[in-house]
């Protein structure tokens, strides 16, 4: 079972996924030994904090500065976390509005809090689109 595969069955909750859209990668060769190639780019499943400075590093965003900047937008991103829709999009051309980066992690599923999170472990994810669009989805863990 993959890294991925067990962070979506929300296995991994210790750490953070990311994808980056095979146009937005530099040198992708680099992330060969790390990464899973997957369509149209490549994912990582790492450790917490390793994670989010290895994203910070690929893309430049900080992670928690994404995060609070997507959370007023909210967007529907692909539960496989390799793409989204962008909600600004309204037919405009698809090319316009790739998906350039998701970057998620999972919660924990915790019955005080209440609301999704009693449902079971949560993911957020957060996606930044080729048009500058910051968005954000959440959604209880399939399982």
């Known amino acids: 079972m993959s890294k991925r595969t067990e962070f979506l069955a929300g296995e991994r909750p210790e750490d953070v996924l990311f994808y980056l859209q095979e146009d937005?990668?530099?040198?992708?060769?680099?992330?060969?030994?790390?990464?899973?190639?997957v369509e149209d780019g490549h994912v990582l499943v790492?450790?917490?904090?390793d994670g989010r400075?290895?994203?910070?590093?690929?893309?430049?965003?900080?992670?928690?500065?994404?995060?609070?900047?997507?959370?007023?937008?909210?967007g529907t991103?692909?539960?496989?976390?390799?793409?989204?829709?962008?909600?600004v999009a309204d037919g405009e051309p698809e090319e316009d509005?790739?998906?350039?980066?998701?970057f998620a992690f999972a919660e924990e599923q915790n019955e005080e809090v209440g609301g999704l999170y009693?449902?079971?472990?949560?993911?957020?994810?957060y996606a930044v689109c080729a048009c500058g669009e910051r968005y954000s989805d959440k959604w209880v863990v399939d399982g």
Not at 46 to 49: A, C, N
Not at 77 to 87: F, N, Q, R, Y
């Open 118 to 125: 009693a449902e079971g472990d949560v993911v957020h994810a």
């Open 77 to 87: 991103i692909h539960d496989d976390l390799t793409g989204a829709v962008c909600p």
């Open 53 to 74: 400075s290895a994203f910070q590093s690929a893309t430049g965003i900080d992670p928690m500065g994404l995060a609070q900047a997507a959370m007023g937008t909210e």
């Open 24 to 37: 937005a990668v530099s040198n992708p060769g680099a992330l060969a030994e790390y990464a899973e190639r």
């Open 97 to 102: 509005h790739t998906t350039k980066f998701v």
């Open 46 to 49: 790492l450790p917490g904090d």
